[in-house]
Structures are given as C-alpha cells and as structure tokens.
C-alpha cells in the first residue's frame, strides 16, 4: 500500500511563501508522477502542478505560472512544492498525490494515491 506523507502547511501572510513536503513509502517514486493538488470548500480539487518521474516535465495550473515550483528527490521518495507571493484566495487544503505513470494528467481521477490533505491559510 503506497503511503504519501504531506507537511509544512501553516498560516502565512499574503505574499509569503510556503515549502510543502511529501514523503512517500512503501515504494520507490522513480516510476510515479506525483502532483500536488488544492481543494477549496465547495469547489472541485484542481491540479496545483505534476512532475513526471525523472522530472523532465513539469505542469502547472495557469494561476500558480512563475509563482509555484514543484520539485522531487527520487533517492528520497520526496516531493516539494514552493510556493512564493501567495494570494488570499490560495486559502485551501493542498494534497500531493501519486501515480505509476508517466505522463501528467490534470485530473485527479488519474492519481490513484494520495497523502492527507495540508492547511494552507494565506491572510494577514
């Protein structure tokens, strides 16, 4: 059973930065996708940004462009998401999830592994 670990949420001022963690065991990530995920109360989990194993590609939410960099240690089975200049409106619980595939998918139906959601409260 594949056991995705996230930490690092808290409570930042808007413009702030954040650095999420997740740590993944159980099995090795050289083979997986892992994306990082948000979720608003009443609005449907939208892809943050994915990175392909090796990390050759990388995707973002056009909202999150030059402002979210996601990253991975594959020797560590960890992935990171650094966030910088965060809005009001990032207020979420943010997920890193995962997959045994290769390309990126937008959709979370395509991750069949995911870590326990993570606060992240932007506001001054």
């Known amino acids: 059973q594949v056991r995705l670990v996230a930490s690092g949420g808290n409570l930042v001022q808007p413009g702030g930065s954040l650095r999420l963690t997740c740590i993944t065991s159980?099995?090795?990530?050289?083979?997986?996708?892992m994306g990082w995920f948000r979720q608003a109360p009443g609005k449907e989990r939208e892809l943050v940004a994915g990175?392909?194993?090796?990390?050759?590609?990388?995707k973002y939410g056009v909202s999150v462009k030059g402002r979210f960099t996601i990253s991975r240690e594959n020797d560590k089975n960890m992935a990171y998401l650094e966030m910088s200049n965060l809005l009001a409106e990032e207020t979420d619980v943010y997920c890193c999830?995962?997959?045994?595939?290769?390309?990126?998918?937008?959709?979370?139906?395509?991750?069949?592994?995911w870590g326990q959601g993570n606060q992240v409260h932007v506001s001054s």
């Open positions: 990175i392909s194993p090796s990390s050759d590609d990388v």
């Open positions: 159980e099995v090795t990530i050289s083979w997986y996708i």
């Open positions: 999830a995962t997959d045994k595939r290769y390309l990126i998918r937008p959709d979370p139906e395509n991750y069949t592994y």
